[in-house]
């Protein structure tokens, strides 16, 4: 009750400023040109129909295809044949990749009792591609290096940096052994880098029930969730401390006639062996385990008790692959610009999936697949964007988004000219949009999203965004800035999908987008991702699938035919301001917390606490964290804001005269300007002791993988107890960020002309 009568209140309170149209000329046109983009875009929403997503993915994720499959080359070119019949100009582009299979897979327990793991996903009777046994690929990591392994097992919680430090509390270490890890709380490849980092030889990864199987709801065929079986397949590739993509071609292309380095040059394969497995297969193990009980926060909800080891359980690990270079095809497909063609709009998604795939990647492929068609119905009719828009469906993104990071480094000197926003999606579900991007693209995709109609809640797409946020908000502060602040923050990039190259490596202001968050998933990576669980439990209407149609075409329209690109740097002054205070916190914090302990031991805590039947270890003294000096990063923030902010008055001042032919000389001159503000945080030596990630606020975290460390170098610094290196990357950041105020003053300038 509580609930529904806030939201009436909400509602009547924002229904003014927020409804359809309330504010009808959009950011970067002039009142003439946005009328004219609104009625096409409204002819555009109209396109998208769900039966013809559905066709799309059933014909997509009729057979397995991976990398290197019969079925993911047939797709490729079942897609281009679509771009063509819809008017596009669309050819293949192929690149040649080091993609290992497993040709030899082995998890046994060989003491204290005998058992074989299945290491195998069974085929049901209802799910009608389970049994296509030939063409799935077995489960494994692809890139973990061959091994053939024997040693006593611990079981080491998420396996993230922390878990070790709780282990060596408990006395326990991981020297010399195999390590069993659950999935999730950090991507799969942190754990065998940290175990590797631990003394670890071996490495198996498990699906806890607690976190996708029974615990969340019924298992599959009868619901959504894992069942004893399924495996998460999944690449380990350490890409966060090297780079994405082909390992043997680093920062170039992997075109056929490339400089390859050797395999045992290759930076991003694993240190040890490692294999994902079921809860079936991983049951036995953990039940065979003793040594202190597990702490409470790793137990699962197996019906064991949770140990930690080292053993008496002793596992023999064998892993081999054929280390074999195969094709991957990029599916690109061009509308050219009518005004500014050397200004480009880019649209990606992936094609290629572990097995099957209906949700992960075909579930927006087949809203990419949509917004294509409705584009050429429009050219038809007469619409002739601006700029020139480029559609992308990506091979390979599962090993480690091959070929979207080889046509990133391939075309990367055109992208850097050219490339103004990047837009990915990477799956769809039923429920919210979530918005992940550059914070010069924040006011924008707000806007966007208070045009699109929510299929389920009758209401927009940003009301439900915003209304939702204030529901699962954790304080007064936070919900009081989601109804009065005029955009909702959107997320910063971190990785796991195709957009890396473009934003961490080339700078490019890119958006990642999707539905989500209603439906509960175990089927990841499984043979169970198929049309059968997508048609079942997700959106079985395919009414999200056209919503996300929507959102993304309107986007790509909006952004290719806006007189001047639609960015805005208020939103992302806010965002750096954020980001200083965060990072001051991050260290204050931190003294705080050692200065504490080193008190505690001097107290006997831990001489008070100590069990002697449950022996643990006190924590080391550590040196308190110097100050450290922020002042450059704040004077830099400071600037941002006042030239945003200038920035901001200039356009609307011009606005009713944007689109006149005698200022085409100036707004052409503004929007290379406005292209550059990107690359402007990038820096040329790249991060710490990783040159291949160049953008100096966003990038995947080294111990987080998928999850984005914001200003790394600095952030990484602190948390790495690195503080020195942490004091110079302040001072490299704020330069950049006085770099991008000076341009932003020059847009204002130029504008002001
Ligand atoms: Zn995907």
Request: charged share 25%; with cysteine; aromatic share 8%.
């Amino acid at each position: 009750m509580r609930r529904s009568a806030a939201v009436v209140l909400i509602l009547i309170l924002i229904v003014p400023s927020q409804l359809f149209g309330a504010d009808p000329t959009l950011a970067g046109y002039s009142p003439r040109s946005s009328q004219v983009e609104r009625d096409w875009e409204t002819k555009f929403r109209a396109i998208p129909d769900p039966a013809n997503l559905r066709e799309y993915m059933k014909r997509l994720s009729a057979r397995p295809h991976h990398v290197g499959s019969p079925y993911d080359k047939d797709n490729s070119e079942w897609i281009l044949a679509r771009f063509k019949e819809w008017g596009l100009d669309a050819h293949i582009e192929t690149f040649q990749v080091l993609f290992p299979t497993p040709k030899v897979r082995l998890v046994e327990m060989v003491e204290p009792s005998k058992f074989t793991a299945k290491l195998e996903e069974p085929a049901l009777a209802i799910d009608p591609t389970s049994n296509q046994k030939n063409e799935q690929l077995p489960t494994y990591n692809a890139y973990s290096i061959d091994g053939d392994v024997t040693a006593p097992l611990v079981f080491v919680n998420y396996g993230i940096p922390e878990d070790y430090e709780k282990l060596e509390r408990l006395g326990v270490s991981v020297k010399g052994a195999i390590v069993i890890a659950k999935y999730y709380h950090s991507w799969r490849g942190v754990k065998p880098k940290v175990a590797a980092e631990h003394g670890a030889i071996g490495c198996l990864i498990y699906s806890e029930p607690k976190d996708d199987g029974y615990t969340r709801d019924v298992v599959f065929p009868d619901g959504p969730m894992r069942n004893a079986d399924g495996v998460q397949r999944g690449s380990v590739m350490d890409f966060a401390a090297s780079s994405p993509g082909d390992p043997l071609t680093p920062g170039i292309g992997a075109t056929p006639d490339a400089k390859r380095l050797k395999l045992e040059e290759a930076k991003s394969i694993t240190k040890i062996p490692v294999l994902p497995i079921s809860y079936g297969d991983a049951q036995p193990l953990l039940a065979a385990l003793k040594g202190p009980m597990a702490p409470d926060e790793w137990r699962g909800t197996l019906p064991i008790p949770y140990h930690v080891g080292p053993g008496p359980a002793k596992v023999h690990l064998k892993i081999q692959s054929n280390w074999d270079i195969k094709p991957v095809y990029d599916v690109i497909a061009k509308i050219p610009g009518s005004t500014a063609p050397d200004e480009w709009i880019v649209r990606g998604n992936h094609h290629d999936a572990w097995v099957n795939g209906a949700e992960d990647p075909i579930s927006a492929q087949v809203s990419l697949l949509e917004e294509a068609r409705a584009l050429g119905e429009l050219l038809k009719q007469g619409w002739k964007p601006r700029r020139t828009i480029i559609y992308a469906a990506w091979d390979g993104e599962e090993p480690m988004l091959l070929g979207s990071t080889e046509w990133a480094e391939t075309h990367a000197d055109e992208l850097q000219k050219h490339a103004a926003v990047y837009i990915n999606t990477d799956g769809n579900d039923r429920g919210v949009l979530n918005m992940e991007g550059s914070h010069s693209l924040e006011q924008f995709i707000n806007g966007v999203a208070r045009d699109i109609k929510d299929p389920e809640a009758g209401m927009t797409v940003w009301q439900r965004m915003q209304l939702t946020k204030i529901a699962e908000a954790k304080s007064a502060d936070e919900r009081k800035e989601l109804r009065q602040r005029p955009d909702l923050r959107i997320d910063a990039l971190g990785s796991g999908t195709d957009f890396t190259a473009f934003i961490d490596h080339l700078g490019i202001a890119t958006l990642n987008l999707g539905y989500g968050g209603e439906d509960e998933q175990g089927i990841y990576h499984s043979i169970y991702d198929d049309f059968y669980w997508y048609t079942h439990f997700s959106d079985t209407n395919f009414v999200f699938g056209r919503a996300l149609a929507q959102t993304i075409g309107t986007s790509v329209m909006r952004l290719a035919d806006a007189d001047v690109l639609p960015f805005d740097f208020v939103d992302f002054a806010d965002t750096v301001q954020k980001y200083t205070k965060d990072l001051e916190k991050l260290l204050t914090d931190k003294q705080e917390e050692i200065r504490d302990r080193k008190q505690e031991l001097e107290e006997g805590v831990f001489k008070a606490t100590f069990d002697p039947r449950r022996p643990s270890v006190a924590p080391e003294k550590e040196e308190v964290p110097p100050h450290l000096n922020f002042a450059p990063m704040q004077n830099a923030a400071e600037a941002l804001a006042h030239s945003a902010e200038h920035y901001r008055k200039a356009l609307q001042a011009r606005q009713n005269d944007i689109d006149q032919s005698g200022l085409a000389a100036t707004v052409r001159a503004l929007n290379q300007q406005l292209i550059e503000s990107e690359r402007r945080l990038l820096n040329a030596d790249g991060l710490p002791r990783r040159p291949w990630y160049k953008h100096l606020l966003y990038a995947p975290g080294v111990y987080t993988g998928y999850e984005v460390k914001t200003v790394p170098g600095v952030r990484e610094g602190i948390e790495q107890k690195r503080y020195g290196e942490a004091d110079q990357e302040i001072v490299r950041v704020a330069k950049a960020l006085q770099d991008e105020a000076a341009l932003i003053e020059s847009a204002a300038q130029t504008l002001e002309k």
